[in-house]
């Protein structure tokens, strides 16, 4: 069963060190989303990706962080001087139509800002 | 004012109870709902969609009301591995939107023998 794949599943970094988490959608898929939850806190919009350009973000993702697909497969999101509070799981999701909006989340990426 | 919100929890309930879970959303343009399960530090999965009409899948079942914008899940018969948080979900998929999904904080099941 394809799935959504993400690396690396847990990164430790110091404060305001730059952090790339990368994602690789299942590959029929069209439409890419990175959320993000905090410990103990519910699961979180940041930003949603459709042919090659942010299509829409929420207030978390400010200019520190980005996204890329730099080439065909992959997916990433950026995080350029982390911050304590960036603590948190990072999820990518994909799906393969709009109206189809079923998401396939990866098993995430465990991030800690020390 | 909460988006999506949902019975705190913890439900405890014993091997082959019923138990329901509701939720309400605050966006009455909300198109899509949807209930996922998560469990212990790993990634949402979808438990079933739900639609005005109400629909089963095996012991559970979800039922939507526009009106109220609520929405619950019914467990029968709950099993040991039905332990997890259960998260409501809505799409709001109009418009420009690609449809970014809001999710609730979740309420976690656990069931005991």
């Known amino acids: 069963e394809p799935e959504v794949t993400q690396t690396p599943s847990h990164q430790v970094t110091q404060m305001g060190q730059e952090v790339i988490l990368r994602c690789v959608p299942i590959?029929?898929?069209?439409?890419f989303y990175w959320y993000r939850q905090i410990l103990g806190q519910k699961v979180e919009f940041l930003v949603s990706?459709?042919?090659?350009?942010?299509?829409?973000k929420s207030e978390i993702f400010d200019d520190q962080f980005s996204v890329e697909r730099p080439d065909g497969s992959n997916f990433t999101l950026k995080i350029r001087s982390t911050k304590l509070e960036d603590s948190a799981m990072y999820f990518c999701?994909?799906?393969?139509?709009?109206?189809?909006?079923?998401?396939?989340f990866g098993q995430g990426t465990r991030l800690t800002v020390v | 004012r909460k988006e999506v919100e949902q019975d705190p929890g913890p439900f405890n309930v014993p091997e082959g109870a019923t138990v329901a879970f509701n939720c309400t959303y605050s966006?009455?343009?909300?198109?899509?709902f949807f209930w996922y399960r998560q469990d212990c530090r790993k990634e949402p999965k979808l438990l079933m969609s739900?639609?005005?009409s109400g629909n089963e899948d095996g012991r559970f079942t979800a039922q939507l009301n526009r009106a109220s914008q609520y929405i619950s899940l019914l467990i029968r018969d709950s099993k040991l591995s039905d332990s997890a948080t259960y998260l409501c979900?809505?799409?709001?998929?109009?418009?420009?939107?690609?449809?970014?999904?809001?999710f609730g904080k979740g309420t976690k099941l656990s069931v005991k023998p």
């Open positions: 590959s029929n898929h069209l439409y």
């Open positions: 979900v809505v799409n709001m998929n109009y418009g420009g939107s690609q449809g970014n999904l809001i």
């Open positions: 966006n009455s343009a909300s198109q899509s």
């Open positions: 739900v639609y005005s």
């Open positions: 990706f459709y042919n090659n350009e942010i299509s829409e």
């Open positions: 999701a994909s799906n393969p139509t709009e109206m189809n909006t079923e998401a396939f």
